[in-house]
């Protein structure tokens, strides 16, 4: 497709206005989106994302040789396209991995998400195995919830506001 401001060039970019709910499209070659002042975003791709992450100057021999069995792709051409080229390429280049994950997102383990309040005041709590009074507990909240449920249904609204309120305290 042709440019539609200066009829010579190929159109490569596609910009789309609306004004007053009337869409208008234009096809237009680079240089003339440029005199148009259509701002030009960069596109964004897994390459780039992961660009400088592993330098193509720095990948040894021994990676070069790296290669998944399963569909061919090696570790240089995966660094280059950013992308596994099957599901078992995950398995191939594993051991180079944890550190393109360190870079990315600082740890190798998922630690979850968290509220920076809760994050800072919070230690890390390990799961232990459940104890009687803890099971009590969770007896005594089913029953609450039960007494809750009744309660709504006979609108005893304040009642249900305060069980509600000891099921919370509870948990």
């Known amino acids: 497709m042709l440019c539609e401001m200066c009829k010579q060039n190929e159109a490569t970019v596609f910009y789309q206005q609306i004004i007053n709910d009337t869409q208008t499209e234009f096809h237009l070659c680079e240089e003339c989106a440029h005199k148009k002042g259509v701002l030009m975003m960069n596109q964004i791709s897994t390459t780039n994302l992961l660009g400088g992450l592993v330098e193509p100057g720095t990948i040894t021999p021994q990676e070069v040789e790296l290669r998944c069995k399963n569909c061919g792709l090696n570790y240089p051409n995966f660094c280059e396209r950013g992308k596994f080229g099957c ?45 009687k009074i803890e099971q009590k507990t969770g007896d005594e909240i089913a029953l609450l919830r039960q007494e809750l449920q009744v309660a709504i249904k006979t609108e005893e609204f304040e009642k249900a506001a305060e069980l509600r309120d000891r099921i919370k305290a509870m948990e």
Do not use: M
């Open 87 to 131: 599901s078992e390429c995950y398995q191939a280049f594993s051991q180079k991995l944890s550190s393109i994950f360190r870079k990315i997102h600082g740890s190798t383990q998922h630690t979850g998400k968290r509220p920076i309040a809760l994050a800072v005041s919070l230690p890390a709590v390990s799961p232990k195995p459940e104890t």
